[in-house]
């Protein structure tokens, strides 16, 4: 040992203290004399001593002992192919961090090591220097997760050097730090790690967590995870070094790795950019959607550290199929993270079949500062939309003879890829046919046939088999649809040609599906042909009729006489029946003439019962009060039949121990003891609200208010709130009870049947009076259609007030409306009737004979919008008092 100490290692000495505060610097500083080393030759620390003056190729080949078996070979970080895959062996309990590679690597990897070099480098001579390699050589981590970098020297052969030494050093300004320098193989007996200070050959040394030395290996090592996999392993190749690097927080790493044995600044030195983020996420799955209904993706990514949301990410949505867009049409879009976390857009289907579109997901972060955009993470995610197709297929005769039986097929299909839900299927009979049979009974409906199929699965098909008999001759028209929930309706129509007779009828009228009213007038048109080349004489025209419709000419049977027809022919007539009862009413029309068969055919109309207008009224207040306080009561008057209502008077009176204070709306009529008001038209389910505001005025252990609604045909409901009054410690400051006065109609009304009046017992105080609004103190006038901007089919409803602010009383108040010349008149609806009406835009009401002091009368004029254009609708009053008029306009647009 002394002979190898003198004769063959470097001398390492203690480095004297610089500063001076120690003669000697504490281990491992060291001051070396290299006497053995051979600059840049790749052979590393030669001890000539122990050489012995042969080759190592000359040694004999001597058999090596039984290897024991191996695990799955770990990927080379140079991303050659694996090895083929093979069952997995457990790990043990706790796996070591560094294996080294002996007798267990396989012969395939050992000669695939042979001709590697550097890196994956193949031989070469054309550089003779030796080179730093580093890899990787940029690299994206997670905050808190280690980054193993590997570093070697590169020989112009193309072959790693062992053992050389190597510096490492994160630079100034960087995140993170070292974590652990890398080990070296040290031997069975592991002697080369107590010897290496005599061969001054430093085994690898955190000297500070931004700088540490190294050497590289002798030996291939493997770095695992401590999984039981091996494919997330890190081989370390003989003649590399590996050192860990972290970071808690996000930035940028900058480390340096240095071989200080090499000369030459860019030979010797190599850098790597570790850029550590924050983040974790969740990718959205594919999903499977039923329908075209749009599909939403979200994205979660979330702080690793603190689980908070990354919001100044951003996740790309990319579709890489052109089967769907974004909400807004595109295909590529950035969504920033929200502050829940996701980032979430919509998938809209283009085609109505459906499809799949795959979506490509990358997390990424934005570019900011000195940072540029960084993708941390992408995936895939595949949508399908399924759909239900549902076609239906009518075959048949092209032509067929009268009288004579045809058969048809009626298909329903289904060709998408969802089962379709409460699948209907229906036929419309033609004029001039009559069925006969059908494989499956259908429901019928006047000339409408209904199968239900229900559910109808993807490619599954019904097939249904009618047969009608030709009873009129002509071109008839067969139809079949399908509908279901979610589409529109399907249909398909076959044309069959009907050998004709000489004499056809046709017959238009209303829809047999439609209900009407009982009392409505229906009209048919109806047209008698004759087909044939000759003239047809005594041509006779009956119609036999149901009890639920009347002729104004009498009772079924009716006849008329057309004469004679001549070829080709045809005399066109109007039926006009009104409707009496309700339920299903069907009349037959047939034809004759002397030299002709006779034709017929006949219609059907659905009459509805007609409904039964009804209200109600709900009154609701405080459950006690004190004398002199005021309090407030709600009166609700609601339709709650499905037919609207006009002409409804709400009354609300109270017992004595109250005194009114004032209501909202404005009442039409009040007095000490009741209010009213007017409802001009109530809708269907529609409800209006009254607020009366109430002082008490003596206590009383009950005192009650009652509210009425009445309406046309005896309608009348009730209901009343009581309650107790409390003494208060006062009495009212200066009120003096009045007597009360009479609620009536407005003026020029006339009450309703079965209404009154209330009782009257005085004039109303002056102060009611005064509470009336006087804008202007004028007639006043005004007319509104509640929007400016309308289509051609709408339904327009004009209010129309007529208001007195004048402090005295005015007479024959005369109110002329006209609608615009777009619409025409629909109803009308108020407190008094129309006089006149001049066409269908122009009405003038009933004179109102006195209209009082702030007192008002309102209207509701309906009209139907038929052309496009400029809406003016104008509404004018005249009074005795203001003979010149005023009026009011109201100016809106119509679009087709």
């Not at 100490?5 to 505060?21: E, T």
């Not at 070099?117 to 730093?132: E, I, K, L």
């Not at 949505?317 to 920033?336: C, H, K, M, N, W």
């Not at 019928?444 to 199968?451: E, F, K, N, S, V």
Request: proline share 8%; glycine share 8%; hydrophobic share 35%.
């Amino acid at each position: 040992m002394v002979l190898m100490v003198g004769g063959c290692a470097n001398v390492r000495l203690p480095a004297i203290d610089p500063s001076g505060q120690h003669i000697l610097l504490p281990p491992p500083n060291y001051t070396t004399l290299n006497t053995a080393h051979q600059k840049a030759t790749g052979e590393g620390h030669r001890c000539r001593l122990f050489r012995k003056n042969r080759n190592d190729a000359d040694l004999a080949f001597q058999s090596p002992s039984t290897p024991p078996n191996c695990q799955q070979s770990a990927i080379m970080p140079s991303g050659n192919p694996a090895l083929p895959e093979l069952d997995p062996i457990p790990a043990d309990p706790v796996a070591p961090r560094v294996i080294t590679v002996g007798t267990c690597q396989q012969p395939q990897e050992a000669a695939e090591d042979a001709n590697r070099g550097c890196f994956g480098n193949t031989r070469t001579a054309s550089d003779p220097q030796s080179v730093v390699s580093l890899a990787p050589r940029e690299q994206v981590a997670m905050v808190g997760s280690e980054v193993v970098l590997l570093a070697g020297v590169c020989r112009s052969d193309g072959y790693f050097v062992k053992r050389e030494p190597l510096e490492w050093a994160l630079a100034q300004g960087s995140v993170g730090n070292f974590v652990d320098p890398g080990q070296t193989f040290v031997g069975k007996l592991g002697l080369r790690g107590r010897v290496s200070e005599i061969f001054a050959e430093p085994l690898p040394e955190m000297v500070s967590n931004n700088y540490a030395v190294g050497i590289t290996s002798n030996k291939t090592q493997v770095l695992t995870r401590g999984t039981v996999v091996t494919t997330d392993d890190v081989i370390v190749q003989s003649g590399q070094a590996w050192i860990g690097v972290t970071s808690p927080v996000e930035g940028t790493s900058y480390v340096t790795v240095m071989a200080p044995a090499l000369d030459g600044w860019e030979q010797r030195t190599q850098t790597v950019v570790v850029q550590w983020v924050d983040a974790q996420w969740e990718m959205p799955p594919s999903a499977i959607i039923n329908g075209n209904q749009p599909h939403t993706l979200t994205t979660k990514v979330t702080r690793k550290l603190s689980g908070a949301a990354a919001t100044n990410y951003v996740v790309n949505y990319q579709i890489l199929d052109p089967t769907a867009t974004f909400s807004d049409g595109s295909t590529s879009s950035d969504v920033p993270v929200d502050t829940n976390g996701l980032a979430s857009i919509q998938v809209r289907p283009i085609s109505p079949n459906g499809g799949t579109t795959r979506v490509s997901v990358q997390v990424v972060r934005p570019a900011r500062g000195q940072f540029d955009r960084l993708t941390l993470g992408q995936g895939e995610a595949a949508l399908t939309w399924t759909t239900s197709q549902v076609a239906a297929q009518i075959r048949g005769p092209q032509s067929v003879s009268l009288n004579e039986s045809a058969r048809y097929e009626l298909e329903v299909r289904n060709t998408g890829t969802l089962a379709a839900d409460n699948v209907l299927l229906r036929a419309l009979v033609p004029a001039g046919f009559e069925l006969l049979s059908a494989s499956i009974q259908p429901q019928t409906t006047g000339g409408r046939l209904d199968w239900t199929i229900g559910t109808l699965g993807p490619s599954e098909s019904r097939l249904i088999e009618v047969t009608y008999r030709a009873s009129q001759s002509g071109t008839a028209r067969h139809c079949v649809s399908v509908q279901y929930p979610g589409a529109m309706p399907i249909e398909d129509c076959l044309t069959t040609q009907v050998t004709a007779e000489a004499l056809f009828i046709e017959m238009l009228g209303p829809n047999p599906d439609v209900p009407l009213p009982v009392g409505q007038e229906i009209l048919y048109q109806v047209s008698v042909t004759n087909r044939s080349d000759r003239r047809l004489s005594g041509v006779l025209l009956s119609d036999r009729f149901d009890a639920g419709l009347q002729h104004s000419s009498g009772a079924s049977p009716l006849e008329w006489a057309i004469g004679s027809l001549g070829p080709r022919e045809t005399r066109k007539v109007g039926l006009r029946f009104r409707t009496l009862a309700p339920g299903k009413h069907c009349h037959v029309l047939e034809v004759t003439a002397s030299d002709a068969p006779p034709a017929r055919t006949n219609a059907c109309v659905t009459v509805a019962a007609q409904a039964q207008p009804d209200v109600s009224i709900n009154k609701t207040g405080p459950n006690q009060m004190v004398v002199g306080q005021e309090q407030e009561f709600l009166i609700v008057v609601k339709n709650t039949s499905n037919t609207p209502i006009s002409n409804l008077q709400v009354i609300d009176t109270y017992d004595p121990e109250f005194r009114f204070v004032r209501a909202e709306p404005q009442e039409a009529n009040s007095g000490p003891q009741g209010i009213m008001w007017y409802i001009t038209r109530l809708g269907p389910g529609e409800s209006q609200t009254f607020r009366v505001t109430c002082q008490a005025m003596f206590d009383v252990r009950q005192a009650c208010t009652r509210s009425f609604v009445r309406g046309p045909g005896g309608l009348e409901r009730t209901d009343q709130h009581c309650l107790a009054i409390l003494p208060g410690s006062s009495a009212p400051g200066n009120f003096t009870p009045n007597s009360p006065r009479t609620i009536g109609p407005p003026p020029g009304a006339v009450p309703l049947p079965g209404t009154s009046a209330l009782p009257s017992r005085g004039a109303p105080r002056d102060d009611d009076l005064s509470r009336a609004r006087q804008p202007d103190g004028e007639l006043q006038v005004t007319i509104g259609g509640r929007g400016d901007r309308w289509q051609v089919g709408d339904t327009v409803a004009y209010q129309v007030t007529v208001r007195n602010n004048r402090p005295v009383a005015d007479r024959d108040v005369v109110l002329t409306i006209s609608l615009p010349s777009q619409a025409t008149l629909v109803d009308y609806a108020g407190t008094v009737a129309a006089a006149e009406t001049f066409g269908d835009r122009t009405l003038r009401m009933v004179p109102v004979r006195t209209l009082r002091p702030g007192e008002s009368v309102s209207f509701e004029v309906t009209a139907r919008l038929v052309t496009p254009g400029q809406l003016v609708a104008a509404a004018r009053a005249t009074s005795q008092r203001v003979p010149e008029g005023v009026t009011s306009q109201d100016v809106a647009m119509a679009t087709s």
